[in-house]
């Protein structure tokens, strides 16, 4: 009976440690390709470029920049945010997606795709942003 326990304890352990390194293999690989992806880089982009856009909309918020920005620096950097998007990428991406991705980005197209989101994404929001404003007058009728 000693034995049967301990063998079923010594396989409850290694079953864990193995879902443990399965775990954090796949966490690995989705910093990884966070990493690959620029998101530090475009994190902070996209958040001046919001900015940008905030005061150009209410420049009254000029006076502000200062605050929002060690706000944004404070609490939206990459180092807070990036176990919640580990867990955003793990639970969406398998870890072998994840390493196809990270293959992409390691290529000449997908450094150039990173090294461009940020611009890209931001251009994007203004190009809404302009479809809004252009057409803002239909709904105050």
């Known amino acids: 009976m000693k034995y049967i326990i301990l ?4 396989f409850s352990f290694v079953r864990v ?3 443990d390194c399965v775990q954090a293999s796949h966490a690995k690989a989705a910093e ?3 990493i690959s992806m620029q998101t530090p880089k475009t994190l902070k982009e996209g958040i001046n470029s919001m ?6 909309s209410n420049p009254s918020l000029k006076a502000y920049e200062n605050i929002f920005n060690e706000f944004f620096a404070k609490y939206m950097n ?20 994840l390493n196809d ?28 942003q302009e479809a809004v404003r252009s057409h803002l007058s239909s709904v105050k009728k």
């Not at 990459?78 to 997606?97: G, Q």
């Open 7 to 10: 063998t079923l304890l010594v």
């Open 17 to 19: 440690t193995a879902q």
């Open 32 to 34: 990884s390709l966070l």
């Open 51 to 56: 900015m940008q856009m905030q005061i150009q």
């Open 78 to 97: 990459f180092e807070r945010l990036k176990e919640p998007l580990i867990k955003l990428y793990t639970d969406e991406f398998s870890e072998a997606e």
């Open 101 to 128: 991705m990270i293959a992409f980005y390691e290529t000449p197209t997908g450094k150039k795709l990173a090294d461009r989101q940020g611009a890209l994404t931001s251009k994007a929001a203004q190009l809404g």
